[in-house]
């Protein structure tokens, strides 16, 4: 596995692996003996709301990868000693893997978003990866009495990645509680990436991804998360003031 430092974005380690060693890592990951392996992709809300979760906190501090998924995150890591080099979206992340796993024995799971979308999903991978085995799908929305069904199917079908699209920090929280009873090799917190698979979201033009624009993007096509944009520049002023502060590097 590279080596590489970790950089501290208010009180949240973030790896500062590039987008291929990130992928060279969840490779790793699949292809290992060792299990429940967890992948976060925080983006700036995110580690905002990791300052007000402690739950949430301890669970970033402790997962095997975390990659930063928002730009705001590379751009608050320049305050640091120890920088990110580049965004590594966890939807690119997510679509290099079941690339990889394509006319292979490893196997996926979908869990997350809303009614069928994780079952479209699964049906348009199977129609761009070739060969792709994706052994089971369920929807965001159950009870416990259903959340012990889930395990269950889980624990039989035995995939080595699993995607987990619940939300920020449900679905954090979700794998950290089960990933110990589970013979998952890798397990990402996915967010919207099953819908963007579904086809349910589309993601910005390339050239926007490229230039790190894709809130801008998103903004555009949704003005009413116009206040959840507010978020951005309350994550970079934080930053300033943990830096003049003295905050870990």
């Known amino acids: 596995m590279t080596k590489k430092n970790k950089t501290t974005i208010l009180g949240v380690p973030v790896d500062t692996y ?10 790793e990951f699949i292809q290992g003996e060792k299990g429940y392996n967890m992948v976060i992709t925080p983006n700036p809300e995110v580690i905002i709301k990791a300052t007000k979760d402690a739950e949430l906190m301890e669970i970033m501090k402790n997962a095997e990868l975390v990659v930063p998924d928002g730009i705001g995150v590379v751009i608050a890591s320049k305050f640091n000693k120890v920088k990110i080099s580049e965004r590594v979206a966890g939807c690119d992340l997510v679509e290099s893997l079941l690339n990889f796993i394509k006319n292979t024995e490893y196997t996926a799971y979908f869990l997350g978003a809303g009614k069928g979308i994780a079952e479209e999903a699964k049906r348009k991978c199977e129609k761009k990866y070739q060969n792709i085995k994706i052994v089971g799908t369920h929807d965001g929305y159950f009870d416990q009495a259903e959340e012990l069904k889930i395990i269950e199917e889980l624990k039989q079908k035995k995939p080595d990645i699993l995607l987990v699209g619940l939300g920020v920090p449900r679905q954090e929280k979700w794998i950290y509680k089960h990933k110990g009873e589970l013979s998952v090799k890798l397990l990402i917190g996915c967010g919207g990436t099953i819908d963007v698979l579904a086809g349910a979201v589309k993601r910005a033009p390339k050239i ?3 230039l790190g624009l894709e809130w801008f993007y998103r903004l555009l096509k949704q003005p009413s998360r116009f206040f959840r944009m507010l978020n951005l520049p309350k994550f970079v002023v934080l930053v300033l003031i943990n830096k003049i502060r003295g905050g870990k590097k």
């Open 18 to 27: 590039t987008r291929e060693e990130a992928f060279g890592i969840c490779k």
């Open 208 to 210: 926007f991804q490229k």
